[in-house]
């Protein structure tokens, strides 16, 4: 997806502060933080939302979070505690329309989300 700003971002095309990076995914700290640590981990395919996984992306999914486990762990926020969220079109919050996990951690969170 040439227009797809994440997918530009993998290709190195815009920049971002990169944290994690492995074969099929990476991970970079998001322009608008919502917590002191707030990390968006991305499939380097272009995969819009969830809905348009299938029963392929399984292993790819895993790593998703099997990623977020590790930079929580480098974030120091492993112990105290974190979030992770996916959000799912437009009526849950979703802009960027290239699935990213968000990463939240360093403060209280409450529940439920907004
Ligand atoms: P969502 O609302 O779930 O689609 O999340 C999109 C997230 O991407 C928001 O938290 C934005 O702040 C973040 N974002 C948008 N553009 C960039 C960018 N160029 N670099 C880092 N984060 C971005």
Not at 67 to 84: Q, V
Request: proline share 6%.
């Amino acid at each position: 997806m040439s227009e797809c700003i994440f997918c530009k971002i993998a290709k190195g095309e815009i920049p971002a502060e990169m944290v994690y990076e492995n074969d099929q995914v990476l991970a970079f700290r998001d322009l608008n933080p919502q917590a002191p640590v707030h990390i968006l981990v991305i499939p380097r395919r272009h995969i819009a939302t969830l809905n348009d996984l299938d029963e392929g992306d399984a292993d790819l999914m895993g790593r998703l979070y099997l990623a977020a486990k590790r930079i929580a762990a480098d974030e120091g926020i492993a112990e105290s505690g974190y979030r992770t969220v996916i959000n799912c079109n437009a009526g849950a919050g979703q802009t960027v329309f290239h699935v990213h996990l968000h990463l939240l951690g360093g403060r209280p969170m409450g529940w439920p989300p907004g």
